[in-house]
C-alpha cells in the first residue's frame, strides 16, 4: 500500500481490504451513474441502465477476485459476459460507452488497483461533463430528413427548388418510390435548414405547392 498511486494486496485478502475493494467499485459506479443521470437529463434515460450501472462494478470486481489467475473460470466468465452482450440492446452507444467504464473500474478495483479506478473514473466522468456542456456529439437540428408526397402525373424535377433555395443552405433529392398503388409519389430529400424555427414556413409552402398531401419532417440519423 506504499505504491505511488494506491492499490491493494490481493494475494493475500483481508477484510480490511475485500470492504476496501468493494467500497471503492461502490463509490465509483456512484460517481458513473451519477454522471450518467446528469448528461441524459434533457433527453431522458432508463432507470435500470442506472441501477445496472450501481452494481457492475461491484460485480465485476467479485469476478476479478473469484476469477484470480485462473484461466478456466476467466474464460467461462468471459463468454457469460459475452452472452450478457448479445442479449442487451441498447439504443444509444453513449450507454454502452458507460457500461464498459464501469465493468473496467470494476475489473481495476477488483484486482486491487482502486487509486487507477478513481483516477480513471473521475478523468472519464469530467472529460463526459466537458463534452455535454461544450454540446459535442448533440443532434443537428438544422439537417433534417423530409419526405414530400406528390401525385403520380406531377413532374418531380425540380418542383421545390424554389422553396428550398429560399429555407435551406443546402439540399439534395435522396430517393423516389412509388406508394398507394402507384397513385402517387414519395420524394425524399436531405435538407440542411437556414433557421430551424422557419420549418413551420416552408412546409406551409410546400403543402400549397403538393396539394396539401402528406409532408413528414424528421431529424437525420447522421450529422452534415
Known amino acids: ?36 443521470m446528469f ?17 457492475l462494478a461491484p460485480i465485476s470486481a467479485i469476478l476479478m477476485l473469484v476469477i484470480g489467475n485462473n484461466t478456466a473460470r476467466a474464460l467461462s466468465v468471459g463468454g457469460g459476459i ?10 444509444d452507444p453513449k450507454d454502452l460507452a ?11 478495483c477488483g484486482t486491487g488497483l482502486v487509486g487507477i479506478a478513481f483516477v480513471s473514473a473521475f478523468i472519464v466522468c469530467l472529460l463526459t461533463v466537458i463534452i455535454y456542456l461544450a454540446g ?9 430528413q423530409l419526405r414530400v408526397t406528390i401525385p403520380e402525373d406531377m413532374n418531380y424535377y425540380g418542383i421545390f427548388d424554389d422553396i428550398f433555395e429560399k429555407y435551406c443552405k443546402g439540399f439534395e433529392l435522396e430517393s423516389i418510390k412509388t406508394t398507394d398503388f402507384g397513385t402517387l409519389l414519395e ?3 436531405i435538407i440542411n ?3 430551424p ?19 413528414m419532417l424528421t431529424r437525420k440519423n447522421y450529422e452534415g
Open 1 to 36: 500500500m506504499n505504491t505511488p498511486l494506491f492499490s491493494v494486496e490481493t494475494a493475500n485478502l483481508t477484510l480490511k481490504y475485500i470492504l476496501i475493494i468493494f467500497g471503492s467499485a461502490i463509490l465509483c459506479s456512484l460517481l458513473i451513474a451519477l454522471v450518467y
Open 197 to 215: 424555427e422557419e420549418q413551420k414556413l416552408m412546409m406551409d409552402e410546400l403543402r400549397a405547392r403538393n396539394g396539401n398531401l402528406t409532408i
Open 39 to 55: 448528461t441524459r437529463r434533457r433527453t431522458g434515460y432508463r432507470p435500470s441502465t442506472v441501477v445496472s450501472l450501481l452494481i
Open 82 to 91: 459475452a452472452l450478457i452482450r448479445y442479449r442487451s440492446n441498447f439504443s
Open 136 to 144: 459535442l456529439g448533440t443532434k443537428n437540428f438544422s439537417s433534417m
Open 187 to 189: 420524394l425524399r430529400y
Open 193 to 195: 435548414l437556414k433557421k
Open 98 to 108: 458507460y457500461i464498459f467504464l464501469t465493468m473496467a473500474v470494476g475489473v481495476a
